[in-house]
């Protein structure tokens, strides 16, 4: 990255895996996606070459298919390789997780084998909180502390149901089961107006993704656990979707400079 494409406009956060700068009208971000890879509330780092452009790419046709069903999400337009334009929300501190087949946490928490099916979909909160380690909250805790009321949580939840029925079926097209995922929504006010939409990003990064036939995993379990062909999985996710950049892997490094 360098200075002058940095200082040409205002960061407003940096996370583990993008940037967020000031876009170009009022009400409008611009979310920049990076390699960079992390896990387990950051104490394994690494880089996952390519993956910003491709979840830039898996993001925007995912969110955009969302909107097609009348799922409003911070989506705007793909601006570059790796940027889109995105409106500028107020961000809801709680994580919802839905799960399918009990993997990660949960399989850990309730002593179940990885790949069990669960008796029905699952829908989990957890605090955003990275000191905290992003705890297991209840509807109880996000209501008493104030972090959502009970009609935001009602919303998300039908929300999250819809977008899981959705991406299931979307990714079964594929031949890929969809384990699991985590959604972030936030707030967009428009005059006295508030709805609440899906933000943040959908991809690899915040689902696991199995494949139908050999039960590969196809995410970021495979940075997490040092599965290697870390780069080809995210790469055959977007090939499945249609949505590989064009001239290939050859391309996925991208622009060095941001515009
Ligand atoms: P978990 O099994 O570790 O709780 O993760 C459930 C799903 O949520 C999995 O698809 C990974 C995703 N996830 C995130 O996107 N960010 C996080 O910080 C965590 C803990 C999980």
């Known amino acids: 990255m360098g200075n002058t494409a940095m200082s040409r406009r205002r ?18 971000l611009v979310q920049y996606f990076k390699d960079d890879a992390s896990a387990f509330n950051n104490s394994k780092k690494g880089t996952i070459t390519g993956k910003g452009v491709l979840n830039n790419r898996i993001s925007e046709y995912l969110m955009t298919m969302l909107a097609q069903l009348g799922i409003p999400t911070h989506f705007v337009r793909r601006l570059n390789m790796r940027e889109q334009l995105v409106r500028e929300v107020e961000i809801i501190p709680i994580d919802l997780v839905v799960r ?8 850990k928490r309730f002593g179940l084998v990885e790949g069990a099916p669960l008796p029905r979909s699952i829908v989990e909160y957890y605090y955003k909180n990275d000191e905290l380690g992003g705890p297991l909250v209840s509807e109880e805790h996000i209501t008493a502390f104030g972090w959502a009321t009970t009609q935001d949580l009602d919303e998300m939840l039908q ?15 594929i031949g890929i089961r969809l384990i699991d995922f985590r959604l972030e929504f936030g707030r967009l006010y428009n005059n006295d107006e ?19 036939k050999t039960n590969e995993k196809m995410d970021k379990d495979r ?10 999985a995210y790469q055959e996710v977007a090939r499945r979707l249609g949505i590989l950049p064009e001239g290939g892997p050859a391309d996925l490094k991208g622009p060095k400079t941001m515009q």
């Open 11 to 28: 960061q407003i956060y940096e996370g583990k895996a993008k940037v967020l700068f000031e876009g170009p009208e009022p009400g409008t």
């Open 194 to 212: 508030m709805r609440l939409v899906v933000a943040d990003e959908i991809s690899p990064d915040n689902c696991r993704l199995w494949d139908l």
């Open 100 to 107: 399918n087949v009990a993997a990660g946490s949960i399989a």
């Open 223 to 232: 940075f997490r656990e040092d599965l290697g062909r870390v780069e080809e």
């Open 159 to 173: 929300m999250a149901l819809r977008i899981n029925d959705f991406l299931s079926g979307l990714f079964l097209g």
